[in-house]
């Protein structure tokens, strides 16, 4: 009766908004209240409002009062003054948006540690490493990544960039580095270079590693001419760039899939 008694004074939109901004808090700053109510309205997706009202929030509380601040400070390990460095896309902080412990955040400083795959958000008063397994996800440089939780057991862990999907295929490709010692008379320093990984994909539930189109024609069975006709007429783009070659042949997979409704 509470629950009702409360919607219809403030009105269920009004509500959801100051919900998901008290979720922001602190656990210890959170009644059992809020936590239950909560349920209610934050399956929902936000409108454009919604956004602006996050990021009209955290600007004046400070991201160090919300659940964002939750993780150790970020000390650099290893001395690096080339270009070879271990960050995704640049050194330099990024803004971008990221999803943590079940809350967005937007307009973030943030930049992602390829090769000790952590995350890091500059709050203007420090930088600070998040939690992983509270990542749920991040927005870099117009690069989505999704956090891999599929099983304690599988190979498929951690953060991946998503580079297509929909209601049947997702697409991910791991990024990771390699790292190499260079030394002269008086200092130790590193460089990272790109390590080539191969792609995954997620089908009907079950994660499957592609790296041939061999790989792709054992689970789309149905599909082989089809599929080595992609792979004949795009060769050139599978060259020179092979994220999009996989973005091309995952979306004329899809079509043909719902065209002919072939079951494999």
């Given at each position: 009766m509470l629950i009702v008694l409360v919607l219809e004074i403030l009105g269920a939109g009004i509500l959801k908004t100051l919900l998901q901004?008290?979720?922001?808090?602190?656990?210890?700053?959170?009644?059992?209240?809020?936590?239950?109510?909560?349920?209610?309205?934050?399956?929902?997706s936000l409108t454009a409002q919604e956004v602006k009202t996050y990021s009209w929030f955290d600007e004046a509380v400070g991201v160090t009062n919300t659940s964002l601040y939750n993780g150790v400070q970020y000390v650099e390990q290893h001395r690096?003054?080339?270009?070879n460095h271990k960050f995704f896309l640049s050194r330099d902080f990024i803004l971008g948006t990221l999803y943590y412990d079940g809350q967005p955040y937007f307009s973030q400083l943030l930049k992602y540690?390829?090769?000790?795959?952590?995350?890091?958000?500059?709050?203007?008063?420090?930088l600070f490493q998040l939690i992983n397994n509270k990542v749920d996800g991040f927005e870099l440089g117009g690069h989505k990544f999704i956090n891999v939780r599929s099983g304690s057991h599988s190979r498929v862990q951690g953060f991946y960039e998503v580079l297509f999907e929909n209601e049947q295929i997702l697409v991910l490709k791991e990024?990771?580095?390699?790292?190499?010692?260079?030394?002269?008379?008086?200092f130790?320093?590193?460089e990272f270079k790109p390590q080539n990984k191969d792609y995954e994909i997620k089908y009907n539930n079950e994660y499957y590693e592609i790296s041939s189109r061999r790989d792709v024609m054992k689970i789309f069975?149905?599909?082989k001419k089809e599929?080595?006709?992609i792979y004949s007429s795009e060769r050139?783009?599978?060259?020179?760039?092979?994220?999009?070659?996989?973005?091309?042949?995952?979306?004329?997979?899809?079509?043909?899939?719902?065209?002919?409704?072939?079951?494999?």
């Open positions: 901004l008290l979720m922001r808090f602190p656990k210890n700053l959170k009644s059992g209240f809020t936590s239950i109510l909560v349920c209610l309205f934050l399956s929902q690096n003054i080339n270009e540690n390829v090769f000790d795959e952590v995350l890091i958000v500059n709050s203007k008063e420090s990024h990771s580095r390699y790292m190499n010692e260079l030394k002269d008379r008086k130790v320093h590193y069975s149905g599909l599929i080595r006709d050139a783009l599978r060259r020179s760039n092979p994220d999009e070659f996989m973005i091309s042949l995952f979306k004329e997979i899809s079509q043909l899939i719902q065209k002919q409704n072939i079951e494999i």
